[in-house]
């Protein structure tokens, strides 16, 4: 979609639109990895950042209600705010890449990303530090979507699985950092600077994109589809804001049903609005891709199921169990080194099984691991809960990687923008309502506020949050069982 400008390097021919079936030779692949060593790490830093400021904000949630005067499960606006901004822009992003260029578009969101931190360390209220976040949202909009459609653009197809396998391990890492670096900062100095911490990387990476970042644009960018943007945007706020109405005591029915009434017409108008226009800011033909659709329905249904649940795992032991906001922080890292051990195989994987089949018994591993976690109470030891979260890590992170590659798995290189942008905007959308429904739930099923009330809401939860889940292995079965199409060039 984006064309290089005249100053940049020409990036090499993109297997997705090579037409002969020859593999290049190692000498050439390696180069290829050489020479684009430094925008991997580009890449990798944003995930870090954002995987790093996504997961320290969890185990602070306690002590940053307590700070603001609110209940933990009432936090959740300072989590949805954020995910939801990321949502709503990330479909302007392709625009921005034609208009602008990645190198400036990647660089601005860095600099807007970094300082909705800081403002998020100084905030002194609740609705200060929503407005900071979405702030915080506004920059990292562009940092996902663009990354990805860099390395689409920049590495072979062969090794494209590997660059991004690379790429989320680093962002792994800053989840493993994350609960650790909030339970310890919280503990022993301040919540505020959980978000702070994010100022010295965003510089690192402002430093990096001069230096390595390539651009693409285009010399001439279509018009940006502003109506279309607005209508989804609306639909995707109105349906949040119906979701925040849920949890208000007493619930306001008529005003959620309302929000959520008027959002789907908006959605239905943007629907008949991209039909009728060139360049929409969603490409909904796209959807025509049979592994486009299962992608996006597959990453959305998943999603919502297993979104919030190491937020409430991390309520459940500081609050439901007495635990320290450390030791809480500590027990998530056994499920980040899980993703990280479970990324190696992802190529052999889907050699052996193929898409639909990978997914379909991966969904439904996730799943059962998923009602497992209704067994700990008080009383489980830490070893055990720590043998689960590797386990339940390693099987969510397989998912993760394999969802975010299968929906370029059949499509033309031209089209890798308007996916990256979609398959993100998905992912966060997914990402908010399913944080949303799992605090939802447990403040349903919450009957009193003794630790042990906690406990029994915290089981039900990840019970109903584990059949929604289970669920969503039916879209995966939508897919063709080919397996030699499916894997990669590169793990043969």
């Not at 692949?29 to 890449?43: I, N």
């Not at 100095?189 to 911490?197: E, P």
Request: glycine share 8%; aromatic share 10%.
């Amino acid at each position: 979609m984006c064309e290089m400008s005249s100053h940049a390097d020409e990036p090499l021919p993109h297997a997705a639109v090579a037409t002969a079936a020859v593999a290049p030779d190692q000498a050439s692949v390696a180069s290829s990895l050489e020479r684009y060593r430094g925008l991997l790490w580009l890449v990798s830093a944003a995930f870090f950042m954002q995987a790093l400021d996504s997961t320290v904000v969890n185990t602070a949630v306690p002590a940053m209600a307590e700070a603001l005067h609110e209940t933990p499960l009432g936090m959740r606006s300072a989590l949805t705010s954020y995910v939801l901004t990321l949502a709503i822009l990330i479909p302007a992003s392709p625009w921005l890449c034609d208009r602008f260029g990645t190198r400036r578009v990647f660089g601005g969101a860095i600099v807007l990303f970094g300082l909705g931190s800081l403002l998020c360390g100084v905030s002194q209220t609740l609705p200060q530090l929503v407005a900071a976040r979405v702030l915080q949202g506004v920059g990292g909009a562009s940092l996902m979507p663009v990354g990805r459609y860099v390395l689409v653009r920049s590495i072979d197809k062969r090794e494209f699985v590997s660059a991004m396998s690379t790429v989320a391990t680093f962002g792994l890492l800053g989840s493993v950092l994350g609960p650790l670096l909030g339970g310890a900062l919280v503990e022993y100095t301040s919540w505020r600077l959980i978000f702070l911490v994010n100022v010295p990387v965003a510089i690192a990476g402002m430093w990096m994109n001069r230096r390595d970042m390539p651009e693409y644009r285009l010399d001439r960018a279509n018009r940006f589809d502003l109506a279309g943007f607005l209508l989804f945007a609306a639909a995707s706020a109105l349906l949040l804001a119906a979701s925040e109405l849920a949890g208000s005591s007493p619930v306001p029915w008529l005003g959620m049903a309302a929000c959520t009434g008027i959002a789907v017409l908006l959605g239905v108008a943007y629907v008949w609005h991209s039909r009728r226009t060139p360049f929409p800011v969603a490409d909904l033909s796209l959807l025509r891709v049979r592994s486009v659709w299962v992608a996006l329905a597959g990453g959305l249904s998943t999603r919502l199921g297993i979104s919030g649940m190491f937020l409430l795992l991390v309520l459940f032991l500081q609050v439901g169990c007495g635990w320290s906001p450390v030791a809480a922080g500590l027990m998530m890292v056994p499920q980040a080194l899980g993703s990280i051990t479970a990324k190696w195989a992802v190529n052999r994987a889907l050699v052996y099984f193929g898409y639909r089949r990978l997914l379909l018994g991966n969904t439904l591993m996730v799943a059962l691991l998923l009602a497992a976690f209704a067994l700990f109470g008080q009383s489980t030891p830490g070893w055990l809960i720590a043998a689960f979260t590797f386990a339940y890590g390693a099987f969510a992170g397989l998912q993760y990687t394999v969802m975010n590659t299968l929906i370029y798995n059949d499509l033309d290189i031209k089209h890798a923008s308007m996916a990256s942008s979609m398959a993100s905007t998905v992912q966060y959308l997914a990402m908010s309502f399913g944080i949303a429904l799992s605090t939802l739930l447990m403040q349903a099923l919450l009957r009193g506020h003794a630790p042990h009330d906690f406990v029994v809401a915290f089981r039900w939860t990840v019970v109903v949050l584990a059949v929604i889940t289970a669920a969503s292995s039916r879209v995966f079965g939508q897919l063709h069982d080919n397996r030699q199409r499916d894997a990669l060039p590169a793990a043969r």
